[in-house]
């Protein structure tokens, strides 16, 4: 069974950062691109970013809104994704997804806020 | 960035009744390999969003089957043939064949 479990969301000032993580389990997470999608409260979805695969290269994409203050990163021995944020403003204020295709993970709330 | 919309925004049904959700894209989904890739989600209060159907008309593992997908180029409908009280919530399309892969706003279903 696929698994994603987001962590390392929490409050924290404008300016400041913060690094997520997810944890994949039960598929071949090297053979898969995977994504990072946000969803600000009460709001609906917005894409983050991508990182590919080995096969190709590890690529990254990122939306406009966080492209140099947001990156993706990915550990494939230990089967996981990382999402680190700087610079963050209240806007980024948002629950993150974990996703691989059509799998979702639960979410991390991520509130920045003085 | 290709721009997706979704009508109607609010959709109150009677349990029991179809339901039909329509997204449109700014650009056709055609891919250069043919395929069009356009996702239905769907957002349960208080839940993550799951997929119900890839591709169109790919309904995915464990989706009933009273939902359904169709369209072409840049028009596309989700139906529900009969509406169970367990399909309320927010339902998004979703395209993945031009960068960046975008979101519609979001159709929010509920019992009347």
């Known amino acids: 069974e696929v698994q994603l479990v987001e962590s390392g969301g929490g409050l924290v000032q404008p300016g400041g950062s913060l690094r997520l993580s997810c944890a994949a389990s039960g598929f071949t997470f090297s053979d898969h691109y995977m994504d990072w999608v946000r969803q600000a409260p009460g709001k609906g979805l917005e894409w983050v970013g991508r990182?590919?695969?080995?096969?190709?290269?590890?690529?990254?994409e990122y939306a406009a809104s966080v492209k140099g203050r947001f990156t993706i990163s990915r550990d494939d021995s230990k089967n996981s994704l990382y999402l680190q944020m700087n610079s963050l403003k209240t806007e980024d204020t948002a629950v993150y997804y974990c996703a691989r295709e059509g799998y979702w993970g639960q979410g991390t709330l991520v509130t920045v806020s003085s | 960035d290709v721009v997706m919309t979704q009508s109607p925004l609010s959709l109150p049904v009677t349990l029991g009744q179809p339901a039909s959700i329509s997204c449109r894209s700014s650009?056709?989904?055609?891919?250069?390999?043919?395929?069009?890739?356009l996702n239905w989600f769907q957002q349960r209060p208080g839940q993550s969003p799951r997929r119900l159907i890839y591709?169109?008309?790919n309904r995915d593992s464990g989706v009933p089957d009273r939902f359904s997908g169709s369209g072409s180029g840049t028009d596309f409908t989700l139906k529900i043939s009969r509406v169970e009280a367990e399909d309320v919530g927010v339902y998004y399309c979703m395209q993945g064949t031009h960068w960046p892969p975008g979101f519609g706003p979001g159709t929010k279903v509920d019992i009347k």
């Open positions: 591709k169109v008309s």
């Open positions: 650009q056709s989904l055609v891919y250069s390999d043919g395929n069009t890739y």
């Open positions: 990182t590919r695969n080995k096969a190709n290269s590890y690529t990254t």
